[in-house]
């Protein structure tokens, strides 16, 4: 197996995509040339303008965790990361207040933000950008590709916490707001990814799907990260018409998801927060979905049934990243799964 | 007398600034009271878009050493200062690399760039971001305007230190890359403002002179500060028609500039590099100049008579701005000369 292809969102799927990437790269994952290409579809739903600055969080997570300049303690912007320019523009008065713009981290929106200001779509600037990166840690085998180059923004209908006493109000905001300001702890009525249906999938996309060996669905937010990387027209009937098997891990383990909001989110939609409900959410290949196979976690081992019930072979390991030889376990088992 | 006017540039009418509002307030100038109000026409002719940035250093330098955000060992950027987004910019290869963003002033410029993309005016973004630095501290007494709202932009021609073995070859640089790049020790042939025929005094500036009650020339470099301030059309026929005396302060001791890089830039257009030098260049009103009196270190007293056989009214006073005080006492030595 010379190349796999993952969709994923910002700290889980970058977790797994560096242990994957550690298990690959040692020959620890069975099947896998050590030498494999590893091309990550990245959703760029969650992207912000900010004070100007184009804002990509979740392809510069993915490319700050495989590059090494990722803070590994809060798992997002980077290390040795200062807050000047931050502490500065809340001196102004300047909104948003609530979004952790790292000084550091301005460097790379700045240069982001000039080469889309000079006609660079945006999978052009994220390959500059990588050249930095992914290139001197991990040489041309790795490839960071935006879901679309076109604007999609995922806005989430809030009860607003500012309404009034003559009634609760609702509000679209953008998803960083609900996410970052809010903590997702407020009422959610929608998630809204908005400009989806007029976006093409970006510059290799479909070709990283359609001609990849393996495709996995990494831990990442079944709502908003790969929710709206297959939201976007083309990724769906890439996934159907690819020969290459597609399998998933799951985010949620017992009742709840390892870490971000995913619980809240699928609430929002309407889908049950558990490995099952997630893995009939995004349902079987055989059936109009787009898994063959799904990872549910040791602690869920009773719900292996239900999902082999919807279609997709399933498996109980642990699913806990605790450190990269664990994540390649992982992907060694989700392999296995569906080989 | 209640309304000052200065036409400044960066460190050194930054300077002089601080020592004249610290004289006025205080009652130290005789002549003037302590609430008078203080205009400041800044140059913005060595302003530079930097990683998509609007950079105006005069400005920023008159704001931040007014407000009290000044690093005072440099006498430019902000107090303490980090460089972490200039490291990165630097490690992504991007040009130039030669000036100094900081994390602290890079907040400044994203707030400006953001109004001007918005499309507001220079000087309406520099008067907001002057509701931060100046209000507080000096109350509405002071306002900082910016020459012109439109973009002019000093090049200085250069030989080319990358010439090749068959010949010297010359060609136009930012003055901003002679001035930090080069530290304006390649040989310059010529001083060019761009833009500046067509450049307009921006909001405020010509009625600041002609009805001030006082204007005067700071020691800042009478060549690309003050001399692109007098070179906007209008504001030449402003101070020759203004009922205000206008007193001049040589930035040249002995001779040399006390800081900065005024010689080099005199001996491109062809000035002695003396104070005597620079009250010619400058002129008596009188006779078509823009000076009524002129300022000389007492290191230059020998001068006074050829000052004034120049038109000027001339006295040689200490000039060396060692402390608030000293910088207060040349204020009203300026205003007494003129008085």
Redesign the interface.
């Known amino acids: 197996m010379r190349s796999i292809t993952v969709l994923s969102g910002g700290v889980g799927g970058a977790t797994f995509l560096r242990g994957l990437l550690h298990g690959v790269r040692r020959g620890l994952v069975p099947g896998v040339d050590s030498d494999a290409e590893v091309t990550v579809v990245a959703n760029t739903a969650d992207d912000i303008w900010l ?3 184009k804002v990509c969080p979740d392809l510069d997570t993915v490319m700050y965790t495989l590059g090494g300049g990722i803070d590994p303690e809060r798992g997002w912007g ?1 290390t ?3 807050w ?6 809340a ?4 909104e948003p207040t609530w979004f952790g713009l ?3 981290d ?3 929106h ?2 982001r ?2 080469m889309l ?1 000079a006609g660079y779509p945006l999978s052009a600037v994220t390959a500059a ?1 990588c050249r ?1 990166w992914l290139t001197p840690v991990l040489g041309d085998g790795v490839e960071l590709l935006p879901m679309t180059d076109e604007r999609v923004e995922t806005h989430v209908v809030i009860d607003d916490p500012e309404s009034g006493p003559e009634g609760v109000e609702r509000k679209a905001v953008h998803f960083q707001e609900y996410w970052i300001r809010h903590q997702a702890s407020v009422t959610a009525h929608a998630v809204v990814p908005i400009g989806i249906e007029d976006a093409r999938p970006g510059p290799g996309v479909v070709e990283a799907i359609t001609e990849a060996d393996l495709v996995i669905v990494p831990p990442s937010n079944p709502v908003v990260s790969v929710g709206t990387i297959l939201g976007v027209p083309g990724v769906r009937e890439a996934i159907a018409a690819t020969s290459a098997p597609v399998v998933g891990v799951s985010g949620i383990i017992g009742q709840d998801h390892v870490r971000g909001m995913a619980r809240q989110l699928l609430e929002v939609i309407g889908v049950e927060v558990s490995a099952a409900g997630v893995a009939e959410h995004y349902g079987a290949r055989a059936y109009g979905g787009v898994l063959d196979g799904w990872l549910v976690d040791t602690t869920d081992a009773a719900s292996v049934d239900r999902v082999t019930a919807a279609g997709l072979r399933c498996r109980a390991v642990p699913l806990w990243m605790i450190d990269h030889d664990a994540t390649a376990d992982m992907a060694a088992a989700a392999l296995d799964l569906v080989r």
Do not use: F, N, P, S
């Open positions: 004070h100007g600055l980077r040795a990361e200062t000047h320019a931050k502490e500065e523009l001196a102004y008065g300047v790292g000084d550091r301005i460097a790379t700045l240069v933000t000039q200001d950008l930095r």
